[in-house]
């Protein structure tokens, strides 16, 4: 079957340091990726092809690229070289409750970020029910409060659930499954494994070694910004173990 | 991508745009019930100063078209649109900053969003201008033509200058956070350089050429046009229109380049 995410040499570029000097005319006239001295490769000559069903870990050490190159994929974040084509539409579980507004109601947010995803008010509605149930009985009973009156459990909780009643086919996952208590970690858990079972497409970074066990036959090892291993995820997971534990390393 | 496909794409997500509308004017009015009392108290206390010091102090009424009050509630409450539209574009993008991370949006969506909600505050507040209007119409103070229909002309073309000063401004403001001040220093300086408590008829020569191309002199005009004897100047109004293509074009051509940038840096 054609891929359904298909990454060809694909980078971005950051500033080293976030305080830069910029003059307005030298941003609008030259473009503002021309103060290169400072610059560093995020991502760099990332390759590889996903197929539809697929489930991928994304492994490395932190600010290695891993949730630079996720967010790339999700286009919200745009490359500097190269290209990623998605094919099919993108539930990402990046900022869970970036969507959601303070004053409004828990019944309004639902409406709200659904909305933003692409759900109608009458797809809303149909799955309402489900969401609600999902995030459990504390958010059920607290629906026409105000959004920030939820703890933050909550709050993660409810975000967790609508994504995850999209209908895309492919899954984005950046170091959510970590949230929750036990009990929520459980159902997110099922959740994500009758989300493969419907066959979508999962790509998770996770620094948790079961996570990665548990849902993905697929490894991608980025260290420093470039992919060093496409495999098996028992594969990658045992360089990346072997590169980390190594004293001294070429990553230091 | 070209600017027709940018286009495109924000109009599909049309549905989008009018969520996120709707939010910003729940989350306004849920606040407070007065939400809408603020809209349009604003603009008229202002309003009543500059009648108070310009007729009742001075008297020089003479200034704008008459019935001075009238003619000054016009403006001011399009200048509240286009002055409170330019405060919020410039941080449209900085203020809903997680959403625009987590959700791939034409990311021109924010700005159009802004403009509208601002613009259906506009919208909202103008049975209060019907109300004066009508007033005055009575005591037939008011010179009620067939210009009238020009209004939503200035309403449209409002919109589309905004628009385009917002795409301009948002993703210059992500990156140069000072820009906010300068904004507001700016937005001061332009308030008298628009013929919002004055008429662009009265100012002497040469002035009145430099105002003329004041995108914003065009946008009153129109507006104004079905309320006032005064004729329509044609000229300022064909100005404002080709300002406001160009602006659009500029602004489109920024944010296109910028946006890369901006998305690394929220």
């Not at chain 2, 407070?32 to 102090?57: E, H």
């Not at chain 2, 900053?97 to 259906?120: D, F, Q, Y």
């Not at chain 2, 009265?202 to 005064?230: D, Y």
Request: hydrophobic share 45%; proline share 3%.
């Amino acid at each position: 079957m054609a891929p359904v995410i298909i990454a060809d040499n694909l980078g971005i570029e950051f500033y080293r340091s976030r305080k830069r000097k910029l003059s307005l005319r030298e941003m609008i006239f030259k473009g503002a990726t021309t103060h290169s001295t400072e610059m560093f490769w995020a991502v760099r000559n990332a390759t590889f092809e996903i197929g539809p069903g697929e489930a991928v870990g994304l492994v490395g050490a932190n600010g290695s690229g891993k949730s630079t190159l996720l967010k790339m994929i999700a286009g919200v974040l745009i490359p500097d070289e190269g290209t990623v084509e998605v094919t099919k539409g993108v539930a990402p579980l990046i900022e869970l409750t970036g969507g959601f507004k303070g004053e409004l109601t828990a019944r309004d947010n639902i409406y709200l970020t659904a909305g933003l995803h692409g759900l109608s008010r009458d797809q809303v509605d149909e799955r309402f029910d489900d969401i609600v149930g999902f995030a459990g009985q504390q958010v059920r009973s607290a629906l026409d409060t105000p959004f920030r009156h939820f703890s933050s459990g909550m709050q993660v909780r409810l975000g967790f659930s609508v994504i995850t009643q999209l209908d895309e086919p492919i899954i984005l996952v950046d170091e959510v499954l970590a949230v929750g208590d036990r009990k929520f970690r459980a159902q997110c858990h099922a959740r994500m494994e009758n989300l493969l079972a419907e066959g979508r497409t999962l790509f998770l970074v996770s620094h948790s070694e079961g996570d990665l066990k548990k849902f993905c036959t697929r490894g991608l090892y980025l260290s420093s910004g470039e992919i060093v291993m496409d495999g098996t995820i028992d594969e990658t997971l045992e360089a990346y173990r072997s590169d980390s534990d190594a004293p001294a390393s070429g990553t230091a | 991508m070209s600017l027709a496909s940018r286009t495109g794409a924000v109009w599909r997500r049309r549905e989008v745009v009018r969520t996120l509308v709707v939010r910003d004017l729940q989350v306004r009015y849920q606040r407070s019930w007065l939400g809408y009392v603020w809209t349009v108290l604003d603009p008229l206390a202002m309003s009543a100063i500059y009648f108070l010091v310009f007729v009742g102090i001075f008297k020089r009424g003479d200034v704008g078209h008459k019935p001075y009050f009238l003619f000054l509630v016009i403006g001011l409450l399009s200048w509240q649109w286009f002055s409170g539209t330019l405060t919020d574009t410039a941080r449209s993008l900085l203020q809903d900053a997680k959403l625009v991370r987590s959700t791939n949006l034409p990311r021109e969506v924010w700005v159009v969003r802004v403009v509208l909600a601002k613009g259906i505050e506009y919208v909202y507040s103008l049975p209060v201008l019907a109300l004066f209007a009508i007033a005055y119409g009575l005591r037939g103070d008011v010179h009620f033509s067939w210009r009238l229909v020009l209004l939503p002309l200035g309403v449209a073309l409002q919109f589309f200058l905004l628009v385009g000063i917002g795409l301009l401004l948002a993703p210059v403001t992500a990156l140069v956070t000072d820009m906010q001040r300068v904004i507001r220093i700016l937005l001061r300086m332009a308030f008298y350089a628009t013929p919002v408590i004055y008429a662009q008829l009265k100012v002497p020569h040469p002035w009145n050429r430099i105002l003329e191309l004041n995108p914003m002199t065009g946008v009153l005009e129109l507006q104004r046009a079905g309320f006032f004897r005064e004729g329509l100047q044609v000229r300022a109004v064909l100005v404002s229109v080709v300002a406001s293509v160009l602006i659009f074009l500029l602004g489109s051509w920024t944010f296109t380049r910028l946006e890369r940038s901006v998305l690394k840096e929220i």
